[in-house]
Nanobody, 122 residues
Framework: QVQLVESGGGLVQPGGSLRLSCAPSGSIFSISAMGWYRQAPGKQRELVAS???????NYADSVKGRFTISRDNAKNTVYLQMNSLKPEDTAVYYC????????????????WGQGTQVTVSS
């Protein structure tokens, strides 16, 4: 079964940068809107940023001006460039696909990756 696979997490000092990537593990037709969510210990999962198939973006207020979401539709890959990282950005980051098309007529909704840990600490 195709899965969404995230990469790029790790430990970084405050003020540093990381770039997360998310791509399907196998062959697919296309993906609709995609997004990055995060969940810190003891907190609910929250939307960080989203991007439509056409490239329209949306950001949480807490990351505006610091994070940039982008996608490569040819590779069905979504990225999250995170700059000026703060300790409060520490969380597990999850990739989400609103809908994955396996053909022009067959799709599944609400796909999630397994998550990647981002830790911002000195």
């Amino acid at each position: 079964q195709v899965q969404l696979v995230e990469s790029g997490g790790g430990l970084v000092q405050p003020g540093g940068s990381l770039r997360l990537s998310c791509a399907p593990s196998g062959s697919i037709f296309s993906i609709s809107a995609m997004g990055w969510y995060r969940q810190a210990p003891g907190k609910q999962r929250e939307l960080v940023a989203s991007i439509t198939s056409g490239g329209s973006t949306n950001y949480a207020d807490s990351v505006k001006g610091r994070f940039t979401i982008s996608r490569d539709n040819a590779k069905n890959t979504v990225y999250l460039q995170m700059n000026s990282l703060k300790p409060e950005d520490t969380a597990v980051y999850y990739c989400n696909a609103e809908r994955i098309y396996f053909s022009s007529s067959y799709y599944l909704n609400d796909y999630w990756g397994q998550g990647t840990q981002v830790t911002v600490s000195s």
